[in-house]
């Protein structure tokens, strides 16, 4: 009867008290979080961005974690293919049981995985591509993007070069995916029924060794601007190429592919001087920002949790930003962290300045805005590093 009654006591004392349900992957000191990345394959420089990400995240965990809890990251290598995305993500899902899916990184994995997170209602935070309809609201409540739009990106070129070399026949390079696709509508929309008498596109798999016919062949069709719209492996191949073969075009390259280590060093800085391309990342070892309060904490902090790692590779700053996004959402997020309130904090970041952005850009998102990042720089490389230009551009 004691029991019983104990039992009794226990129910009646709870009765009146609202009971917050448990979130997966959510315990009283642990958050689980997970994402899929290139750590193999076509893409595999990009995975800098998780050791980035992972580097920062460590460095919350020494300090204690956030709100109490310390957060168990687990990345999944996918190698760029998109049924090992679909794999690991069902994983990370079905069997780790995370709480909700940070930062997974490349168009092809998350164009074959964003239904089924979306349909499992898990957050799908700051993934790592700009493709456009992935920021589509209405057709993707759960997921957020951590570049800016690739139409934007694109749109912000094509009238670069229409205001710098307006009667320029135009050559565009792209992926054959999402990622390349954007670019390419970005140019048909500005450019509208002059699309098809002043440009000549060309489309590559991610699987294909070498893009060097494709240069041949667009350097023939006499054009006097080019954009190359890929990863940092075909970016490298496209400048070294152009090089080769004496083509000296208005030549732009998309953020993806900016980083120093990855293309331009690749590459060969000198054969690169004059390319062009947008940013909103300030360059470590630029001189410029030697004295700048941000990038000495940079610095700092990649000495610390990255040593041995070329500071100069623009993936690990990137990733590091990704994780104070993810910072910043937790903290938001308090001790409410459904994965309702983790969405709704990720969708309400006002003006969050990060050390190692551009001045004058910042996070925002908003219930209308799935981008974590709307304003990019233009910037010319000049053979030893980067050089901004003209205004910060913003998605309007």
């Known amino acids: 009867m004691k029991k019983v009654a104990i039992a009794v006591a226990l129910t009646l004392a709870f009765a009146g008290a609202p009971l917050r349900a448990e979130t997966v992957g959510v315990t009283g000191t642990e958050i689980k979080i997970g994402g899929t990345f290139p750590f193999s394959g076509p893409a595999s420089s990009l995975s800098n961005t998780a050791k980035g990400l992972i580097a920062y995240i460590t460095s919350i965990n020494e300090r204690g974690g956030i709100n109490g809890r310390k957060i168990n990251y687990i990345s999944y290598d996918d190698a760029y293919s998109s049924p090992k995305t679909v794999e690991q993500t069902r994983k990370l899902v079905e069997s780790d049981e995370v709480a909700f899916l940070l930062g997974p990184l490349g ?18 935070l700051f993934v790592v591509s700009g493709v456009t309809k992935f920021a589509n609201f209405v057709e993707y409540p759960m997921t957020t993007t951590g570049l800016p739009s690739y139409r934007t990106e694109g749109s912000i070129y094509v009238r670069y070069i229409s205001r710098t070399a307006p009667n320029a026949k135009i050559a565009i390079l792209y992926q054959n995916d999402d990622l390349g ?12 029924g002059d699309f098809d008498k002043k440009v000549v596109a060309s489309s590559y798999e991610v699987t294909e060794p070498t893009i060097d016919s494709h240069v041949v062949t667009l350097k023939s069709s006499g054009a006097e601007a080019f954009l190359l719209a890929g990863t940092p492996k075909f970016a490298a191949q496209a400048i070294k190429k152009a090089d080769e073969i004496g083509w000296k075009p208005l030549f732009l390259i998309n953020l993806v592919s900016t980083s120093v280590s990855s293309t331009i060093v690749p590459a060969g800085p000198e054969k690169a001087i004059g390319i062009v391309a947008a940013t909103m990342l300030k360059d470590a070892n630029d001189k410029r920002w030697a004295n700048d309060p941000g990038m000495k904490w940079y610095r700092a902090h990649f000495e610390k949790y990255l040593p041995g790692a070329d500071i100069g590779d623009a993936n690990y700053l990137f990733g590091t930003q990704q994780g104070q996004i993810l910072e910043q959402v937790l903290k938001q997020c308090g001790d409410d962290l459904s994965r309702e309130n983790i969405l709704k904090q990720a969708r ?18 908003g219930p209308e805005n799935s981008m974590a990042y709307t304003q990019l720089q233009l910037q010319r490389w000049t053979g030893t590093s980067w050089e901004q230009f003209g205004d910060v551009l913003s998605a309007d």
Do not use: M, Q, W
Request: cysteine-free; hydrophobic content about 40%; aromatic content about 6%.
């Open 348 to 365: 309400s970041i006002r003006g969050l300045s990060l050390p190692t952005l551009i001045p004058g850009i910042a996070v925002n998102t």
């Open 181 to 192: 696709k954007d670019f390419v509508a970005a140019f048909k929309e500005h450019l509208k």
């Open 107 to 124: 168009t092809p994995g998350i164009s074959a995985t964003i239904k089924y997170v979306n349909a499992k209602k898990v957050p799908h």
